[in-house]
Structure formats: structure tokens, C-alpha cells
């Protein structure tokens, strides 16, 4: 604990030892005292020495009361405070979903859209954004922060992951390419569909599903998509559903975790539908170390203590003066 105006203290201090010199001085000079004839006869008795003594008790609470209390206001002006320092999570963070909408890739999509509806109503400044890509990308909507818009964009996403005969418009505009799956023209799609300008200094990440099986030629190899995001000051978080072992030899999974390292994001293989919650929270809790704001200090004043100690000293500075008197 910290006292803001510690000053205080060295004034404050010698004020209260003079007055305690006053009151010293006073009692000693015997100027009230009033002569009695015999009044050694009064002083021996049992009940007037019981009295002196109870009288010298109450005078003594008096004083010390008095001292607690003028000691407790004087920290208490002193202004005791407790100060940290935080470093406060900026909620300024741009996200992409970009998502494979090649066959293989139909489950993981899903899976990763239905995590993200599921999250949308607990965003605070975040903007979201998805482009689905095979032969070519395709914007499914801008980066906005409208939540109830990208929660109905979401859910159309998901039915149509689902069952994707029911809404085949929804892949339109994904096969105008020369192959399919061309990972490194889907990547660098949606780092393209970040704004140009950065004023507000946003964060800015893509989570890229794709199992990275090329079957195409493409414009962008994989590791030249990832030198346009590193950049663009895009990190790419990328989940493969293809990858089953923990130290996979798969040269699509090797080169697919190298590009997402090399622009300062990771690396998941999305082993089970079920995973990709527990995944994007893990890219959630990454960003936000990422993003965290500059340090500022905080101070909080705590002169709770030396107002209760003041409030008992009062108390019992009362009830002296009362028996003193009485």
C-alpha cells in the first residue's frame, strides 16, 4: 500500500506531539488544582482511591483515543492507496474465416461456422468476415460487426456445409478457376479482403480450414500467400482435418503448418468435429495475448482501515469523556 501525499505525515506529526507537549505541560503547572485541608485523611480512604484509579483509567482511554484518532484521520489525509498495473485486452481484432469448400472439407466447415455462431453474442468490437474458395474465392460477407447480420450469415453457411444440396447457390462463383482446391489462391483471397488501411491499428487474423490437397495450378503457391499475409500483418491460424497423427510425415500438413508459422500464427489438426471448439479457443486466447494494450497504472484508494480505526478511536473517545465527566 502506497500513501499518495506521504508528505503529510512529517507536519501532521509534529503537530500532534506539540499539542500532546501542551497538554503535558498543563496538567503538570497544577493550575486548577484547589487546596483541601486534611486531604491526606480523604486520600487514604478505599472508595477515593477506587475512584482516583477508575478516574486515571477513563483519562488514560481519553488520551490514547484521542492520539488513535488523530493518527488514523492524518494516515487517512495521507490518502493510503494500493497501485498495479494492467495491461487491458483490446477487443479491436479483425478475423476472417476462410474456408475450403472442396468435399473432403464439408464436416470441418461446419463445425468451425457452428462454433462461431455459437460465439457471435459474446463479441465486443470484433469483426468478423468469411470467403469460401475451391477453384477460386468468393467473399461471403465483409468484415462488419453487425452480429445479428453475421449470426444469419452464419447459420446459412452452416445448412449449407450441411447439406449442400439444399442451397447450391451458396458455393456459386467458388469453381471459376482452372482445378480445384488452389489453397494458396484461397489464402490469399481472404488476406486481400482486409482493408487497405489500418487506422485504428486493428488485429488481424485468419482461421484457414483446408486439408491443403492441391489438385490445380494456381496463382499463389501456398508459402507466397503466407508472405502476403505476414506482410500485410495477417496471422493465419489454420486447422487440417486431414492430419490423424501427432507427428504426421504428410507433406500437405508440413507445408500448410509452415506457411500459418511463418506469419506468426499456428498450426491444428482438426482430428474430430468435436475439437474445433476447443481449438478456436485456443486461437481466441492467443489473439487476445496478442492484442493486449499498452500497460497503465492503477490506483485504488483504500482508506477504508484507517476510517473504521478512526470510527472505533471516536467511539471510545466518547465514552471516556463520558465517565471522566460522570
Same mark, same amino acid.
Given at each position: ?13 509534529? +503537530? ?32 477515593? @482511591?477506587?475512584?482516583?484509579?477508575? %478516574? ?26 494500493? =497501485?498495479?498495473? %494492467?495491461?487491458?485486452? @483490446? ?7 476462410? /474456408?475450403?469448400? &472442396? ?6 466447415? +461446419? ?22 474458395? $475451391?477453384?477460386?474465392?468468393? %467473399? ?12 444469419? @450469415? !452464419?447459420?446459412?453457411?452452416? $445448412? ?20 480445384? &482446391? ?14 487497405? /488501411?489500418? =487506422?485504428?491499428?486493428?488485429s488481424r487474423s485468419?482461421?484457414?480450414?483446408? $486439408? ?41 500438413? /508440413? ?26 479457443? %485456443?486461437? @481466441?486466447?492467443?489473439?487476445? =495475448?496478442?492484442?493486449?494494450? &499498452?500497460a497503465r497504472g ?5 482508506? $477504508? ?15 471516556? !469523556?463520558?465517565r471522566v465527566r &460522570?
Amino acid at each position: 500500500m502506497d500513501l499518495i501525499f506521504a508528505w503529510l505525515l512529517i507536519p501532521g506529526a509534529i +503537530a500532534l506531539a506539540g499539542a500532546l507537549v501542551l497538554v503535558v505541560r498543563r496538567r503538570r503547572t497544577g493550575e486548577e488544582a484547589v487546596p483541601v485541608a486534611h486531604g491526606d485523611r480523604l486520600a487514604s480512604l478505599p472508595s477515593y @482511591q477506587r475512584l482516583v484509579r477508575r %478516574q486515571r483509567l477513563w483519562l488514560t482511554v481519553v488520551v490514547l483515543s484521542a492520539l488513535v484518532l488523530a493518527g488514523a484521520l492524518l494516515f487517512a489525509a495521507a490518502r493510503p492507496a494500493l =497501485t498495479s498495473s %494492467q495491461r487491458p485486452e @483490446q477487443r479491436s481484432r479483425d478475423i476472417i474465416l476462410c /474456408l475450403d469448400t &472442396s468435399g473432403s472439407m464439408s464436416r470441418a466447415d +461446419a463445425a468451425i461456422v457452428d462454433v462461431f455462431a455459437s460465439m457471435v453474442r459474446d463479441f465486443r468490437g470484433e469483426r468478423i468476415g468469411m470467403t469460401i474458395f $475451391d477453384a477460386s474465392g468468393v %467473399q461471403v460477407f465483409p468484415l462488419t460487426d453487425d452480429y445479428s447480420y453475421i449470426e444469419d @450469415q !452464419l447459420a446459412r453457411a452452416r $445448412d449449407a456445409f450441411d447439406r449442400r444440396s439444399a442451397d447450391p447457390a451458396f458455393f456459386e462463383g467458388t469453381r471459376e478457376g482452372r482445378g480445384t &482446391s488452389l489453397i494458396g489462391d484461397g489464402l490469399a483471397s481472404c488476406v486481400q479482403n482486409f482493408p487497405r /488501411l489500418d =487506422t485504428e491499428r486493428r488485429s488481424r487474423s485468419v482461421i484457414f480450414s483446408t $486439408d491443403n490437397y492441391l489438385a490445380g495450378t494456381p496463382v499463389f503457391a501456398l508459402p507466397e500467400a503466407a508472405d502476403l499475409a505476414k506482410a500485410k500483418g495477417v496471422r493465419v491460424f489454420a486447422l487440417n482435418p486431414a492430419d490423424f497423427g501427432p507427428r504426421t510425415t504428410n507433406e500437405e500438413a /508440413l507445408e500448410l503448418r509452415a506457411a500459418a508459422e511463418s506469419t506468426g500464427g499456428q498450426y491444428f489438426p482438426l482430428r474430430s468435429t468435436t475439437a474445433a471448439r476447443s481449438i478456436i479457443d %485456443q486461437i @481466441q486466447a492467443s489473439e487476445a =495475448t496478442a492484442t493486449q494494450g &499498452s500497460a497503465r497504472g492503477l490506483v485504488a484508494d483504500r482508506p $477504508d482501515v484507517p476510517l473504521g480505526v478512526a470510527l472505533v478511536a471516536g467511539a471510545f473517545l466518547a465514552l471516556g !469523556l463520558w465517565r471522566v465527566r &460522570s
